[in-house]
């Protein structure tokens, strides 16, 4: 995005420190305003970005270490949003954004498909004097994304889901249900008298990224194990991390996660 002054970002871990790293290749004049870097990104840090800055780049759910923004910071500057992991999960305050981006695997539909929403104002914006035509989005926008052949089949799945979350009484439904499925297992970790350890902050927690770890961790090998054998499958923690991540989008049913929170006590039980 064409920044007519410095873009500000606040970082958060590994997606945002990628962003970050492209703003340079691309020769963005940029500054990171806030950072939790020094506690491993277990929390959203304080973020107020300036009023003339070119725009401020949040990334509102941080998968890897399971910490979430409650709520956008305000902003005068417009937001750059990178929703991949947390959008249709909940509803969104848009008044501040000026982009919002998000790769629809993980709540949204099959991997191929990127839902960008932009504000009009800054289509102007959105290309550089060497930007290929392909990446300015207003080449997308002028024609109406379909200046190029798009994943048709992704987009058909997309708007199943879309048609799924309407369903279900749309987005304030779904985060209902998603704060439910997320009080169960923060609920067993909380109530397991330090036999497990949130990696993120209360006040930062994420309803979609569960991390944490066990006290003693040669039990967590055992902990995989074990939950493999009962069928919940990818629950080791990401490689820069460690530890156990349980991810809980939208297709993770209620029911799904009461099995594990249920296993969790009882694996405690078994080995505190
Ligand atoms: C998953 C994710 C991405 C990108 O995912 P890819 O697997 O590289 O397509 C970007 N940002 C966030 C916040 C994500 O969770």
């Not at 509803?91 to 790769?103: K, N, Q």
């Not at 932009?118 to 926008?141: F, S, V």
């Not at 024609?143 to 058909?156: E, K, Q, R, V, W």
Request: glycine fraction near 10%; aromatic fraction near 10%.
């Amino acid at each position: 995005l064409a920044a007519k002054g410095v873009a500000q970002y606040a970082d958060t871990g590994v997606w945002t420190s990628k962003a970050i790293k492209e703003a340079a290749n691309v020769g963005i004049a940029y500054e990171v305003v806030a950072s939790s870097k020094e506690t491993s990104y277990d929390r959203i840090p304080e973020v107020k970005f300036s009023d003339d800055a070119a725009y401020g780049y949040v990334c509102t759910n941080n998968t890897i270490y399971g910490t979430q923004y409650r709520e956008l910071p305000r902003s005068k500057a417009p937001l750059v949003v990178d929703a991949s992991s947390d959008f249709f999960s909940r509803p969104v305050d848009f008044t501040d954004v000026g982009l919002l981006y998000g790769g629809a695997q993980k709540n949204a539909g099959p991997s191929g498909v990127t839902v960008v929403i932009i504000r009009k104002d800054m289509l102007e914006r959105a290309c550089m004097e060497r930007t290929p035509t392909m990446l300015c989005y207003d080449t997308h926008a002028s024609a109406a994304s379909l200046y190029n052949t798009p994943p048709t089949f992704g987009i058909y799945l997309l708007n199943l889901t879309l048609g799924w979350v309407q369903e279900q009484g749309g987005l304030s439904a779904i985060n209902e249900i998603n704060e439910q499925k997320a009080a169960l297992l923060y609920g067993a970790i909380d109530g397991s008298g330090g036999f497990y350890k949130g990696h993120a902050q209360k006040d930062s927690r994420s309803l979609m990224n569960v991390s944490f770890t066990i006290a003693n961790r040669e039990l967590e090998a055992a902990f995989i194990a074990e939950s493999e054998s009962a069928g919940m499958l990818g629950l080791k923690g990401h490689r820069h991390v460690g530890g156990i991540r349980a991810s809980i989008y939208n297709a993770v049913s209620t029911e799904n996660v009461r099995t594990l929170a249920e296993f969790m006590k009882e694996f405690a039980r078994k080995n505190g």
